[in-house]
């Protein structure tokens, strides 16, 4: 079984900083594409970041770009998200998920494993 765990989350004024880790183990992924996703109370979870198994490739959604940067130390089987300028509006529950086809997407469907989500809330 494979699992997934965040941590860093918690509560900060807007212009700071958080760093998300997402930590797996249990049984050996392989190469995976890793995911950030969040989602806000009311809202669909939607993608954030994702990062190839290389960290070749990278994707972000717009709100997020130039502020957050995704990455990965695969000998410590960890995935990072590096949160900077936080804004209000980025308050949400933030998840990391795993693809074992090793492919950048922003669909939730193409991810095979998940942690269990760790709360961002930034206040004004």
């Known amino acids: 079984q494979v699992q997934l765990v965040e941590s860093g989350g918690g509560l900060v004024q807007a212009g700071g900083s958080l760093r998300l880790s997402c930590a797996a183990s249990?049984?050996?992924?392989?190469?995976?594409?890793a995911g950030w996703f969040r989602q806000a109370p009311g809202k669909e979870r939607e993608i954030v970041a994702a990062?190839?198994?290389?960290?070749?490739?990278?994707l972000y959604v717009d709100s997020v770009k130039g502020r957050f940067t995704i990455s990965r130390d695969n000998a410590k089987n960890t995935v990072y998200l590096q949160m900077n300028s936080l804004k209000p509006e980025d308050t949400a529950v933030y998840y990391c998920?795993?693809?074992?086809?090793?492919?950048?997407?922003?669909?939730?469907?193409?991810?095979?494993?998940w942690g269990q989500g760790t709360q961002v809330t930034v206040s004004s």
């Open positions: 990062l190839s198994w290389s960290g070749g490739n990278t």
């Open positions: 249990g049984r050996t992924l392989g190469a995976y594409a």
């Open positions: 998920a795993g693809n074992l086809r090793n492919t950048i997407s922003g669909s939730l469907r193409t991810y095979d494993y």
